[in-house]
Structures are given as C-alpha cells and as structure tokens.
C-alpha cells in the first residue's frame, strides 16, 4: 500500500505544469499556444525568456528528485524496485499531467532531476549521469539544437547504464526514458530529418566572420 501511494503522489508531483503556470504567472498567457507549443523549459527560454526558463527548469528538475528521495523515504521506499517505479511515475507526471488533459512536456529536465535523486541513493550511477550529461551538453554546443541532444542523451543513456554494469532494474529504467524521449520527440525527429528544426541561439553559431 505504501509503494502504491508513493507512486501516485509521485505522479502529481511530476504532474505540476511548471512551464503552464508561469505562463500564465509572468505574461498571463497559454504557453501551449506559443513558441512550440511544448510544456517544457526550453519553450518557456523561447517565449518568455532566460530567467524564467531557468527558474522552470530547476523546478522541473526538482521534480525529478524529490520523488525518488523524499517521498521514497516518506513512504519507507528503500528498495531500488521500488524507487524506479515512483522514479518512473514522477516523468510521467510530467509527460501527461493529469492537470492539463494528460498532455504535458518531454520529460528530459524531470527524467535528469531523476538521475540525480538517485545517485543520492545509489552512488554506482553518478558516472552514468555524468556521461549522459556529457553527451547532451556536447551536442547542443556542436549542433545548437536542444531535441537533437536530449535524443542522442537519451540513446546513450541504456548504454551507459548496461557498460557500467548496473542492476537490471537500472537497465530496465534507462530503456524506459529512452523510449519516453523518442515517443516526445517524434515531431521533433521529423523536423530534423527535413532541416526545420530551429537552433537554439548560442555564442558559437553567432561569431562574425
């Protein structure tokens, strides 16, 4: 019964609509009827700006841990069962929230928020994330476009976990984002293959010859 509702608060948690309510906070608008229409971080940077795009991503991130740590432990959750099943329920929260018709954002800053909660409580995953976390930033800085780098992450982060002889349930949990992101981003995916994917604007793509 514990694990049951630590797996339903969880999925609440996630289900916030962070990027949703600063919309409506900061401009006083529907954030799903701009920019991308995403409920995420990166539509937040684009429509409303640095600070509250960082400022959503935290809290989204935050998202992510405190599931996997504090309602775990709330709920006396300690085995790693256990907290990859409110781990997941916490993303997809996120992904289909239950407070905006079960559509919601892509996952990637709460399934990293994830990430860290856990190598709290399980310290052989921390080279996972940080590898993860290398590709990402790696390929945003070389390509510019945040989907192509939350894809490639997301590919990577199975196989991280698999060379870094983690438990099978930690196997299990990489595959499960992986999939989650390639589902979110299958409009993305279509965008890159046809060069309509926009960049992110960083200082590389902006020197002057």
């Known amino acids: ?114 990430l860290i909660g856990l190598t709290i409580v399980i310290a052989s995953i921390r080279s996972v994330l940080f590898l993860t976390l290398l590709i990402w930033i790696v390929c945003f800085l070389l390509s510019g476009f945040v989907s192509l780098a939350s894809i490639l992450a997301a590919i990577s982060l199975p196989i991280f976990m698999v060379v870094t002889d983690q438990g099978f349930e930690l196997v299990c949990l990489g595959i499960v984002f992986c999939v989650f992101v390639v589902i979110r981003h299958k409009v993305n995916i279509k965008r890159l293959l046809s060069g309509r994917e926009s960049r992110v604007s960083i200082p590389l793509f902006n020197k002057k010859p």
Do not use: Q
């Open 1 to 114: 019964m514990n694990l049951y509702l630590a797996i339903f608060v969880a999925y609440l948690v996630g289900s916030i609509p962070t990027a949703y309510i600063f919309g409506r906070i900061y401009k006083g608008i529907d954030i799903r009827k701009h920019g991308s229409g995403n409920v995420g971080a990166t539509n937040v940077f684009r429509v409303l700006g640095k600070w509250p795009g960082i400022i959503v991503l935290i809290i989204d991130i935050i998202k992510g841990i405190v599931p996997v740590v504090l309602i775990a432990n709330l709920f006396s959750i300690e085995s790693v069962f256990g907290r990859i099943l409110i781990a997941v329920a916490s993303v997809c929260g996120h992904n289909w929230t239950i407070f905006l018709g079960f559509k919601g954002g892509k996952g990637i800053a709460t399934s990293l928020g994830v």
